[in-house]
Nanobody, 129 residues
Framework: QVQLVESGGGLVQAGDSLRLSCAASGRSFSSYDMGWFRQAPGKEREFVSRISGSGDSTYYSDSVKGRFFISRDNEKKTVYLQVNSLKPEDTAVYFC??????????????????????WGQGTQVTVSS
């Protein structure tokens, strides 16, 4: 079983930056691919970013590419999402997710909820204009 706890959200102004963190439990963290999703009010949850267990491979949605950066520290069992140049449309609850069997996950599932088997409770990011 894997538990994920997000932190680092808050109320910021447009153009500001935040660093979101996701602390994981479990002994096999370095073997998990990790992802970030977000859900804005009244909208479906959408993919933001994914990182491989080694950190060598990263993926981003077009809407955040160049502004958001995912990283991980396997010693600390933590994945980060650096969010820069925030816009009001980035306002959402940000969720951390884990794919505990990435070698079995087809690439097309990297970008959808079905590609992950553990989820955190989320952290709210609100961007004012």
């Amino acid at each position: 079983q894997v538990q994920l706890v997000e932190s680092g959200g808050g109320l910021v102004q447009a153009g500001d930056s935040l660093r979101l963190s996701c602390a994981a439990s479990g002994r096999s963290f370095s073997s998990y691919d990790m992802g970030w999703f977000r859900q804005a009010p009244g909208k479906e949850r959408e993919f933001v970013s994914r990182i491989s267990g080694s950190g060598d491979s990263t993926y981003y949605s077009d809407s955040v590419k160049g502004r958001f950066f995912i990283s991980r520290d396997n010693e600390k069992k933590t994945v980060y999402l650096q969010v820069n140049s925030l816009k009001p449309e980035d306002t959402a609850v940000y969720f951390c997710a884990a794919d505990s069997r990435p070698s079995w996950t087809a690439r097309r599932r990297y970008f959808i909820e079905d590609g992950y088997d553990y989820w955190g409770q989320g952290t709210q990011v609100t961007v004012s204009s």
